[in-house]
């Protein structure tokens, strides 16, 4: 069974300018969700989809960032402009349903460092 | 809301000595425990969770914990760690019988010694 893919995995980008991350779920899980992760740091939830639905974007700075999940499968993270501080590894997970107890399968992350 | 405080940001050990990684998490209401590790570069993985039942669950790669509500403690021990442990590992919990959402302690990294 293949895993949660992600790409890319590392990003260089100049701040002011866009970016966007990429997730592949593993197949039939319906939950997917982003997390970031800051050195040092436990990841942070940013947007949990249930199925096309975003269910919980309060994580999520509506300012700059974006997020959609079209059809329900893949997802894609935007940054626009990014700024320095957005610096870290974004985690792309998913889980068959979005049961409390269910176990959440991560990607390897996209790493993102902004100059 | 949850919060999780994992009591040390490093621990290291020698290989084949015994180890326990401490995990206290705060929450109004029940809750489910999970400790996921993360190898460099690589993504979390679950190592075990604590859904109901038996308080002390096993995992993969030796690992077992041990929930005390009493104390709010959900500490990860292996009896024997080999180099391939070195890592950094993260507790984490979320609400019982809720949404799964997980929140993470600041994780701690596990260097072993030859």
């Known amino acids: 069974e293949a895993g949660v893919v992600q790409s890319p995995r590392y990003k260089i980008i100049e701040k002011k300018q866009p970016v966007a991350f990429w997730c592949n779920p593993i197949?039939?899980?319906?939950?997917l969700y982003w997390y970031l992760q800051n050195l040092g740091q436990g990841p942070e939830l940013l947007i949990r989809?249930?199925?096309?639905?975003?269910?919980?974007d309060s994580q999520l700075p509506k300012d700059r960032f974006s997020a959609e999940r079209l059809k329900g499968v893949d997802s894609t993270l935007k940054i626009q402009p990014a700024e320095l501080g957005d610096s870290a590894v974004y985690l792309c997970a998913s889980s068959p349903d979005q049961r409390g107890g269910d176990t959440q399968y991560f990607g390897p992350g996209t790493r993102l460092t902004v100059l | 809301a949850q919060s999780v405080t994992q009591l040390d940001s490093q621990v290291p050990v020698f290989e084949e000595a015994p180890v326990e990684l401490r995990c206290n998490y705060s929450s109004s209401v029940s809750v489910y425990l999970f400790w996921y590790v993360q190898y460099p570069n690589q993504g979390l993985q679950l190592l075990l969770k604590?859904?109901?039942?038996?308080?002390l669950v096993k995992g993969i790669n030796g690992f077992e914990a041990e929930f005390n509500k009493s104390q709010t403690s959900f500490h990860l021990r292996k009896p024997s760690v080999h180099i391939s442990d070195t890592a950094e590992y993260f507790c984490a919990v979320s609400e019982y019988g809720g949404a799964q959402k997980l929140v993470f302690g600041q994780g701690t990294r596990l260097t072993i010694n030859p």
């Open positions: 989809y249930e199925n096309e639905e975003a269910v919980d």
């Open positions: 604590y859904l109901s039942g038996s308080t």
């Open positions: 197949s039939g899980h319906n939950t």
